[in-house]
């Protein structure tokens, strides 16, 4: 079963180049001043000869990925999601997807949970900006599990991907031994009939709680984890719309562009239902400490809970 | 150089500037400006210097060829025709809906075509991970990356400049199509970008200076840049804006505007007035 111990998805993902690296020589790392950080440095330490700092260059950090994957190699470039998806977006689009190269852009510190490092680093467009750009897949995985094998997917896929990864250490819910992965896949973690809970990423954990403290309410909602935003998983949420009537989505991310939209952008054209979407809305984050912070945005189990149980009502 | 050499690479030049101002005129839009100053220097690359297949254009171990400036694609796509990767008729077409020669370069569609580029800054940084790809693989590629002079007030230009000193990439060489002029004016007087030489030294490159138009100052100094080591190279080349079309010499207004009919038919005219020079 799923251990205790916490850990961040910016580890898992770390940890996770290097199992790929044993096996294939093409992969190379690129980093832009923060291998401390995005947890680059795991494989810095292990593959040197493999490992690249552009400096705080993130858009030519891009652009040599992009030449990387023109000569054969598997790149993964990693920074902030801020500066991978923000300050770099016109070259992600440019060089990399128009071109449809196989890179793999990993954005870490997403969302309000990097905490004390406040608004300019909290990354609530990330998703919304990689979706837009044709052909590229955008991976946001919950727990170290699933990081483990989003990363192996993303290396396996041909193609551009951006994976989400989170500063917070987090409980793993994932049982290694029965989970597979597959892009384009949503799970169903708890099944259930009254509305269906579609979360992304570090709040799939939160919205799980929530969900089964519901059910011993008598309230019973359908939980599904979409780790992947694109190609977004539509038999899974048209059933759920279908089956449940009413969907609620759950993101740390801006409710404009991210997977909220996403889900309604499906539903809308095949089985119109309410689709609510929890999320930043619409705002920008300040310094806290994360739990605090997902907290006062009542993305936490409780603010979950007390949420999705007055929609419902 | 060897004097027929240096005949067939003037009369090659010509014959890609023709079919420069082909496409841009049958497109009634385009670049020809940048096109026809870089021209000399494609065709040498093309048909001198690069070690590249028509026949395999995705051999691995090819040299490669990044058009940073990409706008100026008109002047590659001839080379590229005339080279053999594609048939020159697909030039008439240019920029039209449906036509494999895009606005910009795009690698997914044009045989030959090494890095889709057009916005400004980002063709330099693929190349840099085009030459370390080669160093990670011990292949012995070359890659050239052609830049406008106004392109190098791009941020991206210096932070790829830097990551190519810092990783000892001998195998690019930079080349800056120093023809003074962009949109807006001339480029000292948008934004002075002085002493380029000394700033690409200062970035750790080994610079050199020649004239753009000039076959056998081409070929000695590319020779003198592939002769360095442990250090990038970059080659500032002068260069005419417009070059061998009299009217569009050293024209601001001639970076982005096809020529009409009578234009084109004067710039067709002259063109061929110094190819058949060439081959009298």
């Known amino acids: ?313 | 150089m060897d004097k027929s050499l240096l005949s067939e690479l003037k009369k090659t030049a010509c014959k890609v500037r023709l079919w420069t101002i082909e496409g841009v005129f049958n497109a009634k839009s385009g670049h020809p400006g940048g096109s026809l100053s870089a021209a000399d220097i494609m065709t040498y690359l093309y048909f001198k210097e690069m070690n590249v297949d028509p026949a395999n254009p995705k051999d691995p171990g090819r040299d490669r060829f990044v058009l940073s400036k990409g706008h100026c694609c008109p002047a590659l796509y001839a080379a590229l025709a005339l080279r053999g990767f594609f048939p020159t008729d697909e030039i008439k077409v240019l920029r039209h809906i449906g036509a494999m020669l895009q606005g910009h370069p795009d690698m997914k569609g044009t045989p030959g075509v090494d890095m889709s580029s057009g916005s400004l800054g980002q063709g330099i940084s693929a190349a840099c991970g085009m030459a370390l790809a080669a160093k990670l693989s011990g292949a012995d590629y070359r890659v050239f990356a052609m830049l406008g002079d106004g392109e190098c007030e791009e941020g991206q230009v210096w932070e790829a400049a830097m990551f190519a000193a810092h990783y000892k990439l001998d195998n690019l060489i930079a080349i800056v199509d120093f023809n003074g002029l962009q949109i807006d004016g001339t480029v000292a007087d948008v934004a002075g970008l002085d002493k380029i030489d000394e700033k690409f030294k200062a970035f750790g490159f080994e610079v050199f200076q020649m004239d753009g138009h000039d076959f056998e100052q081409i070929e000695e100094t590319i020779e003198k840049a592939k002769a360095v080591k442990g250090k990038p190279s970059v080659i500032i080349a002068k260069t005419v804006k417009g070059k061998g079309v009299s009217y569009m010499e050293n024209k601001v207004g001639w970076h982005g505007k096809a020529p009409n009919a009578d234009e084109y038919k004067t710039a067709v005219d002259e063109l061929n007035t110094q190819l058949k020079a060439l081959e009298a």
Not at chain 1, 169 to 181: G, H, K
Not at chain 1, 224 to 237: A, V, Y
């Open chain 1, 1 to 313: 079963m799923a251990e205790t111990k916490k850990i961040a998805t910016r580890e898992s993902f770390g940890m996770a180049l290097c199992e790929l690296a044993k096996e294939h020589d093409d992969i190379v790392v690129l980093d832009a001043d923060l291998a401390a950080a995005t947890k680059t440095e795991i494989f810095k330490k292990a593959y040197p000869d493999r490992f690249f700092d552009c400096g705080i260059s993130e858009a030519n950090m891009i652009g040599v990925a992009a030449g990387l994957a023109t000569a054969g190699k598997v790149p993964f470039a990693a920074s902030f999601a801020m500066f991978a998806t923000g300050r770099a977006y016109e070259q992600v689009r440019n060089s990399v997807g128009y071109p449809h190269l196989n890179v793999k852009i990993a954005g870490s510190h997403a969302g309000i949970t990097v905490g004390e490092d406040g608004a300019t680093h909290q990354c609530c467009e990330d998703l919304a900006l990689m979706r837009t750009i044709p052909g590229m897949v955008v991976l946001n995985p919950a727990d170290h599990y699933e990081m483990i094998e989003a990363t192996k997917a993303a290396y396996a896929y041909n193609g551009p991907v951006y994976i989400r990864l989170g500063r917070l250490a987090i409980e793993s819910f994932n049982d290694p031994d029965n989970y597979t992965f597959e892009i384009g896949k949503g799970i169903t973690l708890e099944e259930g009939t009254d509305a269906t809970v579609i979360a992304t990423g570090l709040v799939v954990n939160e919205a799980l709680k929530a969900v089964r403290a519901l059910k011993e309410k008598g309230i019973n909602v359908r939980l599904i984890n979409m780790h992947t935003i694109k190609p977004i998983d539509k038999d899974i949420i048209i059933k759920a719309a279908k089956e449940t009537g009413k969907i609620i989505t759950v993101e740390e991310h801006n409710i404009i562009g991210g997977l909220g939209e996403a889900v309604a952008a499906v539903t809308a054209e095949n089985c119109p239902v309410p689709v609510h979407r929890i999320g930043v809305e619409d705002t920008f984050g300040h310094s806290g400490p994360a739990l605090g912070l997902l907290a006062e945005f009542g993305l936490d189990a409780a603010g979950l809970e007390e949420k999705i149980s007055s929609l419902l009502k």
